[in-house]
């Protein structure tokens, strides 16, 4: 393994501290280069497939499989195993040999012992993937986690709502929900919604009491928010925060977090739970899918020895992501890279992250800057500072920036441009002054904005043949014209369950702030002005059109998440 990881870019220095770390802790090995931050687990598994010969399964590979001709050759396992041997991926077209995923390249007969149960005369054969990307493969494609609500649903006796709920929370997780919606309607009706890729999906319709009969028998709905209500803890309120305790399945417990919100809306109680997957690590940060220029500025950014990079964008559109992937590309046994979050997201071993609190008697405002101004007192070289939202904390943190540091963040904001207009708006609390932007001007490195796009299942997705949408590719690349752009199709497939979707991808713009932006910043040039710095290819609805002409994403879809420009 060690000859393997120093193929795929780790030092000997990172080689024999993972030894020693090794040798002390028992740890294994390939484990903990994703535990202490040295590279994520697809990185390990791309070293495993060069120590056994075997080719490398992405993650993004869930994206293309077809499920129909397979599934049968699926392990049939239940709902609380977590060693899920391997998947089926795809099936040649004579269907005489089948491609497996396995995690453990020694542990390969036994797998083809199992497949050839079903036919002696199939040939197997054998690629690497990450436990994260098997059991991602399985559980959305393979095990039916519809059934258990279902079950639980025709269930008798009290308990059967707490198993409604378990049931619900298992299916959200495995099918890759951020979120689970439990809306009250006219009437006695209420809806449940999982939040994937970024959409709300209708999950399921549920009995609800009427609200004007007091004396009623409460229903399904009412039952489910009652029981998540009765987990967070939680004083009877107009609102309730909160996270999940018991009522978490025993199969996704420690894997996943549940934060809960229920508020009294005008038909009745409605509740939202968001779901954090404690599993996740980092992605390797030339995977995500810059654009080499735009790859080459972000590197270059984030091994400066002082400055802020701020990443912006809405909720879910991957800045964390981005700021993880992106500061792993540090040398964490050479430069002290220390944070500040709320929660931290990503554990990175080699790091140090601190998890802000806030405490009864200080605003969420007063906590940021007391952790900050702590963090400036520990001698860090990079600081990663989970969001800036006022003056205050945004003066600190270009202080950092000033006296030596390099600061990463995250802002709420739709464009790069976007975030100079904020920061400029940022008015102290106590004077209502303005930040100085002179010391802004010269202190970015860069704003990177990001956004989510789903991409087009692969399986159904028809040619694209509206004129206005092959004039807008060609107006802003000409050179793209020639590639064949699709739509998606409204009935969907099985491969994609009828979305016409299947994943999502990162597009984004990036303001590399030059001398040129910085003059733009410090004179006050408007939001388009300093928008202009950006070549309109290059901006977001420009990448985002790119992947249009490409046959990645719907021109539909970009216009969904992203504001056109006209």
Known sequence: MPSALRLRGLKSAEIDFLLSYCHVSGADMGESVRSLGMGSSELVMQAASIRHGYPYLAPAAIDEIDPRDIAQYAPKLDENTSDIPHVPIALSEDRSALLVA???????QDTVNRIRAYDKRLQVQFCLASKKTIQNIFRREFFDTRRLFDDARAGAGEDRYNKMLEALLLHACYQGASDIHLNPLPG?????????????????????????????????????????????????????????????????KGKFRFRVEITKAYFGNRAVVRILNLADDAAEFHDIGFDPVTEKKLL????????????????????????????????AMETSIQSVEKPVEIPEGLWVQHNARTHQDTSEAEEWLRWFKALMRCDPDKMFFGEIRDAETTAVALDGANTGHTVLTTMHTRSTAGAITRIRNLRRSMTGEGLDMDMVASNLLGILATRLVRKLCLHCRLPEDRREVLDAINRVHPDLADHTSYKANPDGCPACKGKGYKGRRLVYEYLDVTRKARIAISEGKSEIEIESLIPEAERLWGTALRFVALGVTAYDEIQRVILEER
């Open 102 to 108: 396995i995690n453990n390249g020694f542990r390969y």
């Open 300 to 331: 270059r950014a984030v091994r400066q020895s002082a400055g802020m990079l701020i990443v912006t964008g809405p909720t879910g559109s991957g800045k964390t992501t981005t700021i993880n992937a992106l500061m792993r590309t540090v040398d």
């Open 188 to 252: 006695r009706a209420g809806v449940c919604y999982l939040r994937i890729d970024g959409t709300l999906e209708t999950f399921c319709f549920l009995t609800r009491s009427d609200r004007e009969d007091e004396m009623g028998e409460p229903g399904e709905f009412d039952r489910i928010v009652q029981a998540i209500r009765a987990d967070t803890n939680q004083t009877d309120s107009d609102i309730i925060e909160g996270g999940l305790d018991k009522a978490i399945p025993e199969a996704v």
